[in-house]
């Protein structure tokens, strides 16, 4: 089992660029979940999916984020224009809900 | 609604020295609790659960019982190594039906040394 695939695993963008990051769920999982994860704030949920379905966006912090699901086996997450604050560790994570979180080895995203 | 409180770190021990890490919950009925575990660099990783009162979670040597009593969780090594150290997040997943995702406490740097 491959477990839950990230990319990049390092992202050095500009002020103003557009990132996005990716994830591959395990198989067979039907909840994908992105984090962010800063020193200040911890680890934030930004979004959650349900077969492929957004359940929860209350997370994501302004417009200038979007996360989208085209199947079961592919997310991402886009930020368009990004910001310095943006810098952060994202993660996904995927679940069968009984059996608890499995997490991906993260983005780190920092914007000069 | 449901939350995790977790002990405040950070939380320094010698090798072999005991470890407790507090964790407790307010949740609706009886969720189900987990601990993970984040290494530097590295994403988090579960290191047990249990998912009923009366349950212990055991992994490389860590245990922590579901107590519904004092709605707790705590975390317990016997003796701990330098590759312990690390950042535990406690959390709980509500037995709800409905689409809750898993609530984190906030998270308890170790750090041991040798």
């Known amino acids: 089992d491959a477990g839950v695939i990230q990319s990049p695993r390092h992202e050095v963008t500009e002020m103003g660029q557009e990132v996005t990051l990716r994830c591959k769920p395990i198989s067979g999982h039907d909840y994908l979940f992105w984090y962010r994860q800063t020193m200040m704030r911890g680890l934030e949920l930004l979004i959650y999916f349900n077969n492929n379905v957004p359940i929860d966006d209350s997370g994501m912090p302004e417009d200038r984020f979007s996360a989208k699901m085209p199947n079961a086996s592919f997310s991402t997450l886009k930020i368009q224009p990004s910001e310095p604050r943006d810098s952060a560790v994202y993660f996904c994570?995927?679940?069968?809900?009984?059996?608890?979180?499995?997490f991906g080895s993260g983005t780190q995203l920092s914007v000069l | 609604g449901d939350s995790v409180t977790q002990m405040e770190g950070p939380v320094t021990l010698s090798e072999e020295a005991f470890l407790t890490i507090n964790c407790t919950y307010t949740a609706t009925g009886y969720p189900s609790l987990f601990w993970y575990v984040q290494y530097p660099g590295e994403g988090l990783q579960l290191l047990l659960k249990a998912t009923k009162a009366d349950d212990k979670g055991s992994n490389k040597g860590f245990e922590a019982t579901y107590r519904k009593e004092t709605t707790s969780f705590h975390l317990e090594k016997g003796s701990v190594q330098v590759s312990d150290s690390a950042v535990y997040f406690c959390a709980l997943l509500p037995k709800s039906s409905g689409n809750t995702p898993l609530v984190f406490g906030k998270g308890t740097r170790l750090s041991v040394i040798a």
């Open positions: 994570a995927s679940s069968n809900r009984p059996l608890g979180l499995f």
